[in-house]
């Protein structure tokens, strides 16, 4: 069974820019939640979104937006890039019917410069 | 809002048994997960606990104490490749939405 896919793995952009990052859920997953992880804050949690709907919204200002395909392929949007969104973004699937386990991909290092 | 404290740092040497300890405030309460991520990996599941007790697998177990919104991940006979950093979580309800704590970085040493 594959694993969750996230393109591309690493990804440089200057200030100002925007970027989208793609995740390729487990088969047959239909949650899919990005995280930001930074050496400082951790891991913190984005959005998470359920056939299509954005299910719950994390912390992070409206520059960070995502969405959800239908066929459980979600991505995500980062507008006018700032210097402080470099980090490690991670996108993590699972059936979204039960809290026990969230599958991680390897994730997205995006450096902005 | 919701909070987790686990400690930032722990070193143990092989074979040992140490334990992550974990409090948590949340506003709503479905369960604690337990994750590991080594340097430069993605973050695995480890365990879940629902209920208050003891869950155990294999050298790993976790436990929870709900009416001390607290719980433990406890790893015995050590290994190298237990060096990693190690993360609590609430999840926000029944998909993938969870809440971490910052994370405890075990160093295991011969």
């Known amino acids: 069974k594959a694993g969750v896919t996230q393109t591309p793995r690493y990804l440089i952009k200057t200030r100002g820019q925007q970027v989208t990052l793609s995740c390729s859920p487990i088969?047959?997953?239909?949650?899919v939640s990005w995280y930001q992880q930074t050496p400082g804050q951790g891991l913190q949690f984005l959005f998470e979104?359920?056939?299509?709907?954005?299910?719950n919204k994390g912390n992070f200002p409206g520059r960070f937006s995502g969405r959800q395909f239908s066929n459980s392929r979600s991505e995500m949007n980062v507008s006018t890039l700032e210097l402080g969104d470099s980090a490690l973004y991670l996108c993590a699937s699972g059936t979204g019917t039960e809290n026990t386990e969230a599958f991680f991909g390897q994730g997205t290092r995006l450096t902005v410069v | 809002g919701q909070s987790l404290e686990q400690p930032s740092e722990v070193t143990a040497v092989e074979g040992a048994i140490v334990q992550i300890n974990c409090t948590y405030q949340t506003s709503g309460f479905y369960g604690l997960s337990w994750y590991q991520q080594h340097d430069g990996g993605a973050p695995t599941f480890l365990s879940y606990n629902a209920l208050d007790g003891l869950e155990e697998t294999g050298r790993f177990s976790s436990f929870l104490s709900r009416s001390d919104s607290y719980g433990y991940l406890l790893l015995q006979e050590l290994q190298m490749k237990d060096s990693a950093s190690y993360f609590c979580a609430v999840p926000g309800g029944a998909g993938t939405a969870l809440i971490f704590g910052k994370g405890t970085t075990l160093s295991v040493s011969s």
């Open positions: 088969s047959g997953h239909r949650s």
């Open positions: 979104y359920f056939s299509e709907t954005q299910r």
